[in-house]
């Protein structure tokens, strides 16, 4: 079955055709417009979106050919984004007589690692690490996570877009911040590692803590933060690996294209490691795809009522 995926659930307009036979097309166009507001402006975003979509929609086919099916992302997001490319696949859809599928975005995250040729099996740790997200899954199966750990605060991904605005330097903050961090010393300055209660996150002390310590290099700062970030996400995902006995782990969303976190993770003893290519680990469209489709094999569709869902839990997903 070969599907087309839509997401539009942010700053992205992204479409692509996903087969048995892997990524057959995956087109991105990353809105631009937000920049000068340092952050996404939703109702910009979803204009944008309405401007572009038929266009990428329109050369992801071209490149892939005909399709059996659709998958839109359907929440969470920012609710007018993602009715864009939900209304705009439901017509699709209705139109050309194909099977729908709604997508819940993390799904698509999570199950990105699955695109690769070294793929990881059931059950596996997922780590979904994003702007909006950072959230640890034990993934059971298609559509049977558990919610290991999350962020109390803000996501890892928040987090570095806001030290690159206390810093100034620009949006999206991730991979500016990689890049000079990669010439910094990381152990210049000593930045907290903040941990919540059982193996949850906080991000939100981290921001004030460069605030308040931002003496020194670009460089040394942005080393020493991506330390402690790297820090308290790989000592969560070792408790939880040593909790569950399940070594296999995935990571997944925009921060796993981070080079300091994929190298601390691949490097780590005991862990076998996944990870996405880094193009797909900021939001594009094949994941999905991918995820749509394996519902789709699966026997699922949804119909033309389902809804937009601006904040939907993956956990609420799992079916008895
Ligand atoms: O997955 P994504 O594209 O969108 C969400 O679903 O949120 O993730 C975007 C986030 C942004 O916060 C961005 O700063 C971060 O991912 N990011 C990175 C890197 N590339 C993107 N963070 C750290 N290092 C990177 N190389
Ligand atoms: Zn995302």
Redesign the pocket.
């Known amino acids: 079955m070969k599907v087309l995926g839509i997401e539009t659930?942010?700053?992205?307009t992204a479409a692509g055709v996903v087969g048995p036979e892997g990524v057959l097309s995956d087109v991105v166009y990353t809105q631009t417009i937000h920049e000068q507001y340092l952050g996404v402006v939703p109702e910009l975003a979803s204009r944008a979106h309405a401007e572009k979509l038929t266009a990428v929609v329109r050369s992801a086919l071209d490149e892939a050919g005909p399709v059996d099916a659709v998958a839109a992302t359907s929440g969470p997001?920012l609710i007018g984004a993602v009715l864009v490319g939900l209304s705009f696949a439901k017509a699709y859809a209705a139109g050309a007589d194909l099977p729908f599928v709604g997508v819940n975005?993390?799904e698509g995250?999570l199950l990105s690692p699955l695109l690769e040729p070294e793929k990881p099996t059931f059950p596996f740790l997922g780590l979904?690490?994003?702007?909006?997200?950072t959230t640890l899954y034990l993934a059971k199966a298609v559509g049977d996570y558990e919610t290991l750990a999350t962020t109390v605060d803000d996501?890892?991904?928040?987090?570095?877009?806001k030290v690159?605005r206390v810093l100034g330097l620009g949006?999206?903050?991730?991979?500016v911040?990689?890049?000079l961090a990669s010439k910094g010393n990381p152990e210049a300055i000593r930045f907290p590692r903040p941990r919540a209660t059982g193996l949850n996150w906080s991000f939100s002390g981290l921001k004030t803590a460069v605030r308040n310590k931002a003496e020194g290099s670009d460089e040394d700062i942005a080393a020493s933060f991506?330390a402690a970030?790297v820090d308290v996400l790989l000592d969560r995902v070792r408790k939880a690996s040593k909790q569950t006995g399940v070594t296999r782990v995935a990571l997944?969303?925009?921060?796993?294209?981070?080079?300091?976190?994929r190298a601390r993770f691949t490097a780590e003893p005991g862990l076998q490691v996944f990870l996405p290519a880094?193009k797909r680990?900021?939001?594009?469209a094949a994941m999905i795809a991918n995820a749509g489709r394996l519902r789709l094999v699966a026997g699922q569709r949804d119909g033309l009522d389902v809804s937009a869902r601006p904040s939907w839990t993956l956990d609420s997903l799992a079916r008895p």
Do not use: F
């Open positions: 659930s942010c700053d992205e997001g975005h993390l995250h979904v690490v994003s702007g909006g997200h996501a890892a991904g928040e987090a570095y877009d690159a949006y999206p903050g991730g991979p911040i990689d890049r991506q970030v997944s969303g925009g921060v796993a294209a981070n080079s300091e976190l880094k680990c900021t939001d594009n």
